[in-house]
């Protein structure tokens, strides 16, 4: 097909560039810390801590709250900088609220940037991510999400279509499936099924890359390793394939009636003679591939949790049933319910940072430049702030909210996800088309694994369907 056979002129180029400037530069040129005076925590080594804190979140962080109270320290590598973790909601208020001027949060992220790229959302800080995050918001407003209802709740459907009665398997990979054609189609608009083939094994081998590769691509000794090129051959073409979208896209005869993320990127600030008001290609690129990987495994995984416990409580998938077949403001509202209580039990981010750039007052602490800080969720989401928090409860979120800064999946403040909205709309049209041709079994008991930097169902959320 011909627009497969059209090379795009320099994106190698570009993908090489990028790979290039990566280094972990933002964390390591930080200055030194003075640690005297921070709340405590473990005297363990920095890599014990950080081992700890990554692999075994769901002990360590309630364990330190037991040990060391509300506020604890922890020091990561590289070079045992510390942590300062928050856990009551006025402390966690104080932080969300703080001067983004200060509180950056895209330095922490640096090592995520030969993928997602310099111009990342989720990388940039101060004037150049208030910039970024305007020109996305319109892209994410209500309007914008009832637009892509429709067709979420139609690649749900194909998906349930599919599935083998009475056969067990692991709900997360199909739910990974599903959410990661909702990104083609619905965020990228991807619609040409040759290029959706040839973009599916690269999406998922970007989404599959261990972020310690990068750490290998830091010393130029090493990128001669395969396991290293295959990541940057992977991106070369990766890059080749959306760079073509977003060139094509620009010139679509249809653009301006078109509901994708993307084709609204692209309109954005269109007619302004400011070209700050709009994206470039690059830009556009790397706002693309962080909708891809921000966007696409946490809520599979949020969906995949519900599935799980709601396929052991027979009474709690009855009335889920019975939502999904009324179709009316009741019904969505359990849905809804059913998607934040999966994010509250098993939240998928442990974690949000802020590394300080000038010293600042947190929960009356003196906290110096330098020294990173953050509430930690799972700590959050538990007995600290729920009555029975280990139990399986929508009926927490229905008809009301919990207390403010109890609930944050989602991170808070000028950083706050800017797919929260995508996401419980997401999953809620999709479980509604699972609950309106089957009946969910959960097959085994699962629990809490951590793969890349999300925490997902060890066991992949095993369940089996019989059709209503
Ligand atoms: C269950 C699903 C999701 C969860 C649990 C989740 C969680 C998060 C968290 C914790 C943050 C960091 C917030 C902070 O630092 O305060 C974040 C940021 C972000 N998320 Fe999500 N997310 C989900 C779905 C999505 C979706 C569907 C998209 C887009 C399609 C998306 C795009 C982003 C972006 C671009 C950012 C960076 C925001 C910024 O720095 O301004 N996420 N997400």
């Given at each position: 097909m011909a627009?497969?056979?059209?090379?795009?002129?320099?994106?190698?180029?570009?993908?090489?560039?990028?790979?290039?400037?990566?280094?972990?530069?933002?964390?390591?040129?930080?200055?030194?810390?003075?640690?005297?005076?921070?709340?405590?925590?473990?005297?363990?080594?920095?890599?014990?801590?950080?081992?700890?804190?990554?692999?075994?979140?769901?002990?360590?962080?309630?364990?330190?709250?037991?040990?060391?109270?509300?506020?604890?320290?922890?020091?990561?590598?590289?070079?045992?900088r510390p942590f300062v973790l928050f856990t009551r909601p006025e402390d966690i208020k104080e932080i969300f609220a703080g001067d983004p001027e200060v509180f950056h949060a895209g330095k922490?992220?640096?090592?995520?940037?030969?993928?997602?790229?310099?111009?990342?959302?989720?990388?940039?800080?101060?004037?150049?991510?208030?910039?970024?995050?305007?020109?996305?918001?319109?892209?994410?407003?209500?309007?914008?999400?009832?637009?892509?209802?429709?067709?979420?709740?139609?690649?749900?459907?194909?998906?349930?279509?599919?599935?083998?009665?009475?056969?067990?398997?692991?709900?997360?990979?199909?739910?990974?499936?599903?959410?990661?054609?909702?990104?083609?189609?619905?965020?990228?608009?991807?619609?040409?099924?040759?290029?959706?083939?040839?973009?599916?094994?690269?999406?998922?081998?970007?989404?599959?890359?261990?972020?310690?590769?990068?750490?290998?691509?830091?010393?130029?000794?090493?990128?001669?390793?395969?396991?290293?090129?295959?990541v940057v051959a992977n991106q070369e073409e990766l890059d080749r394939l959306i760079y073509a979208e977003i060139r094509e896209r620009r010139v679509a005869p249809d653009l301006a009636e078109r509901t994708d993320v993307l084709s609204r990127l692209i309109r954005e600030g269109q007619d302004s003679d400011d070209p700050t008001e709009r994206l470039d290609d690059t830009e556009l690129r790397d706002q693309l591939v962080t909708l891809l990987l921000a966007g696409h495994e946490t809520t599979a995984t949020s969906l995949a949790w519900a599935l799980y416990e709601l396929g052991r409580n027979p009474e709690l998938m009855r009335r889920t049933q019975e939502a999904a077949d009324a179709a009316d403001a009741e019904g969505d509202a359990?849905?809804?319910?059913?998607?934040?209580?999966?994010?509250?039990?098993?939240?998928?981010?442990?974690?949000?940072?802020?590394?300080?750039?000038?010293?600042?007052?947190?929960?009356?602490?003196?906290?110096?430049?330098?020294?990173?800080?953050?509430?930690?969720?799972?700590?959050?989401?538990?007995?600290?702030?729920?009555?029975?928090?280990?139990?399986?409860?929508?009926?927490?979120?229905?008809g009301q909210n919990p207390p403010t800064n109890t609930w944050i999946p989602f991170g808070g403040g000028v950083r706050r996800c800017i797919g929260a909205g995508f996401a419980l709309m997401e999953g809620a049209a999709i479980l509604r088309e699972v609950f309106l041709a089957w009946s969910v079994h959960t097959e085994h008991d699962d629990g809490p694994r951590v793969r890349n930097i999300t925490s997902v169902p060890d066991r992949g959320a095993r369940i089996s369907v019989v059709p209503r």
């Open positions: 627009i497969l056979e059209r090379e795009p002129t320099d994106t190698r180029a570009l993908t090489a560039q990028r790979f290039d400037r990566m280094s972990l530069d933002g964390v390591s040129k930080l200055p030194p810390v003075d640690t005297t005076g921070l709340p405590p925590g473990p005297p363990w080594p920095a890599l014990v801590q950080t081992i700890a804190l990554f692999r075994f979140r769901h002990w360590f962080h309630p364990w330190l709250h037991k040990t060391y109270g509300p506020t604890f320290t922890i020091h990561m590598l590289p070079g045992g922490g992220n640096s090592v995520l940037g030969p993928v997602m790229g310099e111009h990342s959302l989720l990388l940039q800080d101060g004037g150049d991510h208030k910039r970024a995050r305007k020109l996305l918001m319109p892209a994410f407003n209500g309007h914008a999400l009832r637009s892509y209802q429709g067709l979420i709740t139609d690649l749900a459907r194909d998906e349930v279509a599919h599935w083998p009665a009475g056969r067990t398997f692991e709900s997360l990979n199909r739910m990974n499936t599903l959410t990661l054609e909702v990104i083609l189609r619905v965020v990228f608009g991807v619609t040409d099924e040759q290029r959706l083939a040839a973009l599916r094994p690269c999406v998922n081998a970007t989404v599959d890359v261990n972020p310690g590769v990068f750490l290998i691509g830091t010393y130029r000794s090493l990128q001669r390793l395969p396991a290293y090129r295959r359990w849905l809804d319910a059913v998607m934040k209580e999966s994010m509250r039990l098993h939240p998928v981010i442990p974690i949000v940072l802020r590394t300080l750039q000038r010293p600042a007052t947190i929960a009356g602490i003196d906290l110096p430049a330098g020294t990173t800080v953050g509430p930690s969720i799972v700590v959050a989401h538990g007995d600290a702030n729920y009555e029975r928090a280990d139990e399986f409860d929508p009926t927490r979120f229905l």
